[in-house]
């Protein structure tokens, strides 16, 4: 079958693989339609994700059909259209026990530290399946993006009408000002590049667009959603007293504060990663009953002929690509 691998740093190669042969007890097999492409997959292109191991078959934002289930299965069907959830927890660890699998502590992530779905057929544990019978495909294939906000979301507990902060309006922040307008929070954004600027502006609830520099209003929660060390180390100086700081974003390095500051402001500080499987199940009720809207995120689509010669392009920032879609089918 059809099997797009990341050979090394910045060379795909199409492939030949195996058929993945019939699921297990507890397993479906499916066929993938839709990978969304994301800053992961452009920074293992580059070479340039920490402890990536190649060659790697990537892809995590999946949107698949069910062909066939083992035995034991009874959350979906063959035919049922998937969105796939491609945190492969253990089960068993603390965090997995108290209900957190998003941070388990042996886990897999299909497409990252372990072979994902760019590829026509692959078996995945049915429990990670969460079904629509009306969402497209390309919609079923968003849910893992919009889920990494809707937990930041989610872990910052907003309350109606808290003025909030997002800083970086690439794909996450734009997710997550999504999830903090719907919770009735009062969303500015703050953002370095006018283009994107702009394009939260035009597309999405946001109160108020500002370059660094600019006076930002006062907020009580600062999503940073960059990735950068310096401007996470800078997010200790924007939130309001008694304000709270979610780490969104990622990035290998230590990050420090001023002890006085942080400590006169009472300041709390977050983590946020992954999603959960109820966060799955949510952000697909809200894509079906219209409250998030997903028309403005496709800016760029590629096929499985194209791929490897377009894939390079959507590296280069003046390409404006906010989500790109790989179809397979
Ligand atoms: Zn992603
Ligand atoms: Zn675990």
């Not at 849910?143 to 872990?155: F, K, N, P």
């Not at 999405?204 to 600019?214: E, L, Q």
């Not at 590629?302 to 920032?317: C, R």
Request: proline letters at 7%.
């Amino acid at each position: 079958m059809q099997t797009l691998i990341l050979t090394e740093p910045g060379r795909f190669d199409r492939i030949d693989t195996d058929e993945p042969g019939d699921p297990g007890p507890g397993d479906a097999l499916i066929r993938i339609h839709r990978v969304g492409i994301c800053g992961t997959d452009l920074h293992a292109f580059r070479g340039r994700q920490p402890f990536f191991e190649y060659p790697r078959i990537l892809g995590h934002e999946l949107g698949a059909e069910v062909l066939a289930v083992g035995t034991g299965v009874d959350g979906v069907q063959v035919g049922d259209q998937v969105a796939v959830e491609p945190y492969l927890d253990c089960g068993d660890c603390l965090p997995c026990r108290r209900g957190r699998p998003n941070c388990c502590e042996s886990l897999q992530v299909l497409g990252v530290h372990t072979d994902g779905g760019m590829r026509e057929r692959i078996i995945v544990p049915a429990r990670k399946l969460h079904p629509s019978r009306t969402l497209e495909l390309e919609q079923l294939a968003l849910v893992e993006t919009l889920g990494i906000g809707a937990h930041a979301v989610e872990r910052a507990r907003l309350e109606e009408g808290e003025a909030v902060l997002v800083v970086g309006a690439g794909p996450i922040g734009l997710a997550t000002l999504q999830f903090a307008a719907l919770a009735g929070a009062r969303v500015h954004v703050l953002e370095p590049n006018e283009t994107r600027r702009a394009f939260a502006r035009d597309h999405f609830d946001v109160a108020g667009c500002h370059a660094p520099g600019d006076q930002t209003p006062p907020a009580t929660c600062v999503f940073d959603a960059t990735g950068n060390r310096a401007a996470m180390e800078a997010a200790f100086d924007l939130p309001a007293p008694s304000g709270r700081i979610v780490f969104v974003g990622f990035q290998p390095q230590r990050v420090s504060f001023a002890n006085p500051d942080f400590h006169r402001r009472e300041l709390t500080v977050m983590s946020s990663r992954n999603s959960t499987p109820a966060e799955f199940v949510r952000i697909i009720g809200l894509m079906e009953s219209g409250q998030i809207d997903t028309t403005p995120w496709i800016t760029h689509r590629a096929d499985y002929d194209d791929i490897v010669e377009t894939f390079p392009s959507w590296l280069e920032p003046e390409t404006g690509v906010v989500k790109a879609m790989l179809e397979l089918t």
